[in-house]
């Protein structure tokens, strides 16, 4: 549901009535957010946040509603967790879509500004409670709603989505199968947040301030929650702290035990990290569909899906420590772009688009600018795609004996080639990834 700022301002005045409050002022977009919009304003001189879904026909096949998140997040903040105070939801006669009204809370969520901060041992103990107390809820405490993983319906969820995105990308397929053949047991369930990282995380002079985001929010192994955030593309520029880009994972073990009681299980752990990481592989590759559904037309969408690259790279690195050491020692080749010569081609067309783009910058601001950040991204893609792209061909036989067990990890070559290819696809998609330059030491023995 596509708004005019007008259309907003009247439903969510309708929104603030019934909580007895003030008609917005302020209204501004939040950057940010690859699946919800977030929008800032201020009520009777106080600060809050709508958070709203972009169309109700995005919610149609989510696990449960904003009333439902509300609610949780409610009983979070009851536990003692880091949560914003939910003061309102939105019904369908206010006419501006599903989402829900909070008081906005002190800090910041950008993930360049915290990683700056001096206390980050602070800030990593902090959070390890908080995500303690968040397991700490029980199916009581939230609504019926709320679902529990099942581990192996997970992974065929997976699978089904990795088929009908095409079904070939090989490391993709190395990960489901490693993941089918390694699934631990059940073991009792706890509330996940679902999405427990940075970036999602508000804190201020190095004191958590809040948790955000609980749409992802189910019953299910606590190990995963503790390995969402430890992922290498939640590390941002700190790749060298493995917990939440804050600290060692020691320290973060060490908090949350004490916390929890609960030990935490290093084997758990890497099964879910590598789950998480094609889980999100396939997230960031499904964005390509919803653009192109016409669902949501933002430009980021695009963009995200070239970061299926990234969490590619990565699980590469992960599942690569189960293969043989002839294969691990295979080294793979840099990369030489070369030069252009005669008539500008089409990778220098969009590289001078960006730079003139680059001009308007100062003319631009507030969720445009970010967006203009987005678009330049995206033609540099173009640029370095275009050198690219005749290289890079996929095999749908492959990944079929990958999942079918016929190929694997112990294939003479396989690792090695695709490590070529991963490396490669994430220089053109992502040069700046900071897992990228470990990869390129790790394979090619280049600093």
């Avoid at 879904?53 to 439902?68: I, K, Y």
Wanted: net charge negative; glycine share 8%.
């Amino acid at each position: 549901m596509t708004l005019s700022a007008d259309d907003l301002t009247e439903g969510l005045s309708r929104v603030l009535a019934r909580a007895g409050m003030e008609a917005p002022a302020e209204l501004e977009r939040l950057t940010g957010g690859a699946t919800m919009e977030s929008w800032r304003f201020l009520s009777g001189g106080e600060a809050f946040v709508l958070r709203r879904a972009p169309s109700l026909e995005f919610m149609a096949d989510r696990p449960f509603g904003h009333d439902t998140e509300a609610a949780v997040i409610r009983a979070a903040k009851a536990a003692g967790v880091t949560a914003p105070e939910v003061i309102a939801e939105l019904q369908l006669e206010d006419g501006i879509g599903s989402g829900f009204v909070m008081r906005a809370l002190p800090g910041t969520a950008d993930p360049k500004v915290i990683l700056q901060f001096d206390e980050a041992d602070a800030l990593l103990r902090e959070a390890a409670q908080d995500l303690a107390r968040i397991h700490s809820l029980t199916r009581d405490d939230v609504p019926a709603a709320v679902p529990v993983m099942d581990y192996r319906a997970a992974i065929a969820d997976l699978r089904a989505q990795f088929e009908e995105a095409g079904g070939d990308r090989p490391i993709i397929a190395l990960g489901l199968k490693w993941m089918e053949d390694n699934c631990p047991e059940p073991c009792e369930p706890v509330l996940n947040h679902g999405d427990y990282r940075l970036g999602n995380l508000l804190a201020e002079e190095g004191h958590l301030t809040g948790v955000l985001d609980w749409e992802l929010a189910h019953f299910g192994d606590r190990h995963e929650d503790l390995a969402f955030g430890c992922m290498a593309v939640w590390r941002f520029a700190r790749y060298d702290r493995p917990a939440l880009g804050l600290g060692s994972l020691e320290a973060y073990f060490a908090a949350y035990e004490a916390e929890s009681g609960c030990t935490v299980d290093p084997a758990r752990f890497r099964y879910w990290l590598i789950h998480r990481t094609v889980w999100w592989a396939l997230g960031c590759l499904k964005m390509a569909q919803v653009w192109r559904s016409g669902e949501d037309r933002m430009l980021e969408r695009v963009v995200i899906s070239r970061r299926t690259s990234e969490q590619e790279l990565d699980l590469l690195m992960l599942l690569e420590e189960d293969a043989p050491e002839e294969e691990r020692v295979e080294p793979i080749e840099t990369l030489d772009w070369g030069l252009s010569c005669g008539q500008a081609d089409a990778g220098e067309l969009a590289q001078a688009v960006s730079e003139w783009l680059e001009t308007l910058k100062e003319q631009i601001v507030g969720h445009d600018r970010f967006q203009l950040a987005v678009a330049r991204n995206a033609l540099g893609i173009i640029e370095r795609d275009y050198r690219l792209l005749p290289s890079y061909i996929e095999h749908f036989g492959l990944t079929g004996d990958i999942l079918d067990g016929k190929k694997g990890l112990v294939t003479p070559g396989l690792l090695a080639d695709q490590r070529q290819k991963a490396f490669e696809k994430t220089n053109v998609d992502s040069p700046k990834y900071p897992a990228l330059a470990v990869a390129r030491k790790k394979w090619t023995g280049d600093n």
